[in-house]
């Protein structure tokens, strides 16, 4: 990742969406709009596009914070239409925003700083467990990820906060590098709780 961090800024294709994505985490988005069919076409060519959070009941969104992500696999739909599995290089700032003859948008973005690799601790490694359970019993989540990092509290906490039914809005505070143990006790309160039920 420390190639990013020598770049300043960067033009990249934006994509507003209601999904939360941290480094290192991956979706499946389905893909028909012709301008974002462009904006698929362009990232292949050069250096992906930025989800931005997006939410459609909220009057206020100034998100100034996307996900920077990588095309890592596509294919077609049985109703046709396009599937690209995507996943998240690193959170950028967004610095400006404009609009093409496509009515695509582009930002000027630079990389942002997230959490560092953390080892797991007590409450974290339950998390952990309770992870590792959830992808064994959802084969779709699971086949996201060939590469699974059990053993990483940062990778572990993310997954999570990707995953939990919690207002966008909410999910947004933890895009800051100094947010992981706010992250954890949210976690610790939602999950570990519901474990002990």
């Known amino acids: 990742m420390s190639y990013f961090l020598l770049m300043t800024t960067i033009n990249l294709p934006i994509f507003p969406l209601p999904i939360f994505l941290l480094p ?89 700083n997230h959490w560092p690799e953390i080892s797991l601790d007590q409450t974290t490694d339950k998390l952990a467990t309770s992870l590792c359970k959830l992808f064994r019993e959802n084969t779709e989540l699971s086949a996201l990820y060939p590469k699974q990092h059990f053993e990483q509290a940062d990778w572990v906490v993310a997954r999570w906060l990707e995953i939990i039914p919690v207002e966008l809005a909410e999910k947004s505070l933890f895009v800051n590098k100094d947010s992981f143990n706010q992250a954890k006790q949210l976690l610790q309160r939602i999950i570990l709780s519901e474990d002990k039920i």
């Open 24 to 112: 290192q985490g991956v979706t499946r988005l389905r893909i028909f709009e012709a301008r974002y069919l462009k904006m698929v076409s362009l990232a292949m060519k050069n250096k992906g596009f930025v989800i931005v959070t997006h939410d459609n009941d909220e009057k206020n969104n100034t998100v100034q914070v996307g996900s920077w992500v990588e095309i890592i696999n596509f294919d077609q739909g049985e109703d046709g239409i396009l599937l690209i599995d995507v996943r998240c290089k690193c959170l950028v700032d967004i610095k400006a925003i404009t609009q093409d003859q496509d009515n695509l948008h582009h930002g000027d973005v630079a990389v942002k």
